[in-house]
């Protein structure tokens, strides 16, 4: 029977199942990635499959297929995906666009021969040094509060540079960067089998409540459908 979606009715949210690979910049899920509400992230998103198809909305407009990529801050909304699909997120700041459009149509939907190809999607010159001692600065804070002056201050930089600096290099808020930090945290927290207020609190989110709404923003998913995936960390 042919896949149908009807946006007038309620479908349950779908749990994601797999194997998340996670590691310092890129995230790859190999299994199912069940549905998702419209929503936009500061990753990359490619969607590799070898057998079924994609159906996703991408600006209102449904579309399906086995090789997507999602650029930085797209809306997009996955309405059906494949049960052993490749999802993988890949930061901004280390990929090269350039290649991953050449490569798409290349790109094996399994992760572990992926693996192989990460390299060559990576961003080919290096970050400014104060963007960099800022980066630094912001890891050695977290979980904590990351005050903006001292940020600047590890950079060499006015709090007004380096909010100028973080939008031109790495095409995100200061806040924006901070919070997507943050969420990495929890996921790797709770995958480690943590409960989700306890990643909550270990990634600097004020209460689980909190967590709920930047995964809802970022990803147009509920926390407990995270409940499937198994973690290995590189």
């Given at each position: 029977m042919a896949w149908i979606y009807n946006p007038?009715?309620?479908?349950p949210a779908l749990p994601?199942?797999?194997?998340?690979?996670?590691?310092?910049?890129v995230a790859v899920l190999h299994g199912h990635a069940g549905d998702s509400?419209?929503?936009?992230h500061y990753a990359h998103q490619l969607l590799l499959s070898e057998t079924a198809a994609w159906h996703i909305e991408i600006d209102g407009v449904r579309q399906q297929g086995q090789r997507f990529w999602?650029?930085?801050?797209?809306?997009?909304?996955?309405?059906?995906?494949?049960?052993?699909?490749?999802?993988?997120?890949?930061?901004?700041?280390?990929?090269?666009?350039?290649?991953?459009?050449?490569?798409l149509h290349a790109l094996p939907g399994n992760a572990l021969e992926l693996q192989d190809w990460l390299p060559r999607l990576s961003r080919p010159q290096p970050l400014d040094r104060r963007v960099q001692a800022a980066l630094t600065r912001i890891a050695q804070h977290l979980p904590?509060?990351?005050?903006?002056?001292?940020?600047?201050?590890?950079?060499?930089?006015?709090?007004?540079q380096l909010h100028r600096r973080f939008q031109s290099e790495l095409a995100v808020t200061l806040?924006?960067?901070?919070?997507?930090?943050?969420?990495?945290?929890?996921?790797?927290?709770?995958?480690?089998?943590?409960?989700?207020?306890d990643s909550a609190h270990a990634a600097g989110f004020a209460d689980l409540a909190h967590l709920?709404?930047?995964?809802?923003?970022?990803?147009?998913?509920?926390?407990?459908?995270?409940?499937?995936?198994?973690?290995?960390a590189a």
């Open positions: 007038t009715m309620s479908y994601w199942n797999g194997t998340l690979l996670l590691d310092a910049h509400a419209a929503h936009a999602l650029p930085s801050f797209q809306p997009h909304t996955i309405l059906s995906a494949p049960a052993d699909g490749c999802t993988v997120f890949l930061e901004p700041v280390h990929a090269d666009p350039a290649q991953i459009q050449q490569h904590g509060p990351v005050p903006a002056a001292d940020i600047a201050e590890a950079a060499h930089l006015s709090t007004s806040r924006g960067w901070v919070r997507w930090q943050r969420l990495r945290r929890a996921l790797m927290h709770h995958l480690r089998g943590h409960t989700l207020t709920s709404r930047s995964l809802r923003r970022m990803f147009g998913i509920g926390a407990a459908q995270l409940q499937g995936l198994q973690l290995h």
